[in-house]
């Protein structure tokens, strides 16, 4: 998943390696939790009239998964930037 760049100090323009690798884990984070909500909205379930067998029930939580990562990509819900926030406070206490 292509990290979407944190709101940085005036004057800088380029993520810390580690810093990419944080966003990408909090994009991962939001993107599960996201997949998640989807799954409890009903999301990624075989309808009773017209379905796709067995082939779906199997594959659709794959289906979930990437709408809720381009619902990231798309800007997301703004968990992965709290996340961010959260895991490189943490990260600069070490």
Partial sequence: M???PPSHP???SVMA???????EAAQDLEAAFLAEMLQATGLGQ???SFGGGAGEDQF??????E???HIVKGGG???AQSLFEALKEQD???
Wanted: glycine share 10%; aromatic share 4%.
């Fill in 2 to 4: 292509t990290p979407i």
């Fill in 10 to 12: 005036p004057g800088s």
């Fill in 17 to 23: 390696p580690r810093d990419v690798a944080l966003m």
């Fill in 46 to 48: 075989t309808s009773e």
């Fill in 60 to 65: 659709g939580s794959f289906l979930v998964q």
């Fill in 67 to 69: 709408q809720a990562k």
């Fill in 77 to 79: 819900i703004g968990l």
């Fill in 92 to 94: 600069n206490d070490i």
